[in-house]
């Protein structure tokens, strides 16, 4: 996630957000992406930001969370259904980053990602059979 440091922004500093569509957001993440091929020549969340909504200081966190979630599902809208696979992953330094899949290694990083996701998943599935096997919610 963009890390800022915490800054007041007086109700007359605030920005108003440009919303784009969804197409129009991923046509220029896709424009951004075709400069940040492969692992190792990624964009960093920050970047991607501010080449996107300008400068991050001039938004509130709120705005700044909900365009990152723009972000976050145009690149997601993107993987689906263009030939921009954008992947996500975190530096050694904790910075968040994207980059397109170029190769096996890189596709590694998100099929890496994704059996984590699948091991969450039945987890909770069979925390779930768990909770009405032993009727958790007698306890509530």
């Given at each position: ?19 784009l ?15 940040h ?11 991607m ?23 976050k ?7 689906r259904?263009?030939?921009c ?6 530096t ?7 980059f ?7 596709a590694?990083?998100?099929i890496?990602y994704?059996d984590?996701?699948?091991?969450r ?16 919610w007698?306890?509530?």
């Amino acid at each position: 996630m963009l890390k800022l440091k915490r800054k007041k922004i007086s109700k007359k500093e605030k920005k108003e957000i440009v919303i784009l569509t969804a197409r129009e957001l991923s046509e220029k993440i896709e424009i951004i992406m075709k400069k940040h091929i492969g692992r190792k020549n990624p964009i960093t969340q920050a970047e991607m930001f501010e080449k996107l909504f300008g400068n991050p200081y001039s938004y509130s966190d709120i705005q700044i969370w909900f365009l990152l979630d723009r972000i976050k599902r145009a690149m997601n809208w993107l993987r689906r259904t263009s030939k921009c696979f954008v992947i996500s992953m975190r530096t050694k330094n904790n910075v968040y980053c994207y980059f397109v899949v170029r190769d096996y290694d890189d596709a590694d990083v998100y099929i890496d990602y994704m059996d984590k996701v699948k091991k969450r998943i039945s987890f909770m599935q069979e925390r779930c059979l768990k909770a009405v096997k032993e009727e958790f919610w007698k306890e509530l």
